[in-house]
């Protein structure tokens, strides 16, 4: 079974550029999470969704970022324009339903985000 | 809202040693979930184990295994037979069952040492 897919691995822009982030999910899993991961810490949420509704985007900045998961599989989060605060790495995450015992989050490798 | 915290920034062991790796959590829910994540140097991060906060046993996977304390708002992790491939940084998380949502702590750098 592939796991979560997150590309690029890598991506280092300069300050006030665009930049986009994919992620594919497991096949079947109706749940995909953001996640942005500071150096040194834990991840903190930045979007869930459930199927294509976004059920939680409290913690997302929406002056800059956006997210879509238009069918309901793969998702993309942009940032426009980027910071140099928003350095960081970025985890996609996917789950077969959220509220239930069958909660076992899978996480992709991530995007690591240098902003210069 | 919940907050979890993992008091130790970093531990060592020494290999096929055992270590115990703290957290406590404060919430006022009663339906949740405890993981420990382990995320290794450079690679993704996986689930190490899992315990429901209705179940009073304490969670066992093979050589790790959890003392959770649900009075004290307690879940530390224990890893028996520690081995060098379990190098890696361990994140402590709280699962709010009604809102689907998920709490990390800052993570335990474990190091395992030859």
């Known amino acids: 079974e592939a796991g979560v897919v997150q590309s690029p691995r890598y991506k280092i822009i300069e300050k006030k550029q665009p930049v986009a982030f994919w992620c594919n999910p497991i096949?079947?899993?109706?749940?995909l999470y953001w996640y942005l991961q500071n150096l040194g810490q834990g991840p903190e949420l930045l979007i869930r969704?459930?199927?294509?509704?976004?059920?939680?985007d409290s913690q997302l900045p929406k002056d800059r970022f956006s997210a879509e998961r238009l069918k309901g599989v793969d998702s993309t989060l942009k940032i426009q324009p980027a910071e140099l605060g928003d350095s960081a790495v970025y985890l996609c995450?996917?789950?077969?339903?959220?509220?239930?015992?069958?909660?076992?989050?899978?996480f992709g490798p991530g995007t690591r985000l240098t902003v210069l | 809202a919940q907050t979890v915290t993992q008091s130790q920034p970093e531990m060592s062991v020494q290999e096929a040693e055992t270590v115990t790796l703290s957290c406590t959590y404060d919430?006022?829910?009663?339906?949740?979930?405890l993981f420990w994540y382990k995320q290794p140097p450079s690679r993704q991060m996986i689930l190490v184990i899992r315990?429901?906060?209705?179940?009073?046993q304490n969670a066992t996977e093979n050589r790790f295994s959890v003392n959770f304390q649900k009075a004290a708002k307690s879940f530390s992790l224990k890893i028996s037979d520690s081995q060098l491939g379990d190098t890696a940084m361990y994140f402590c998380?709280?699962?709010?069952?009604?809102?689907?949502?998920?709490?990390f702590g800052d993570g335990t750098t474990l190091t395992v040492k030859p």
């Open positions: 096949s079947g899993h109706n749940t």
């Open positions: 315990q429901e906060a209705y179940k009073q």
């Open positions: 995450a996917s789950s077969l339903a959220s509220g239930t015992p069958r909660n076992e989050q899978f």
């Open positions: 969704y459930e199927n294509e509704e976004a059920v939680d």
């Open positions: 998380a709280f699962y709010n069952t009604n809102a689907g949502k998920s709490t």
């Open positions: 919430t006022s829910e009663n339906n949740y979930y």
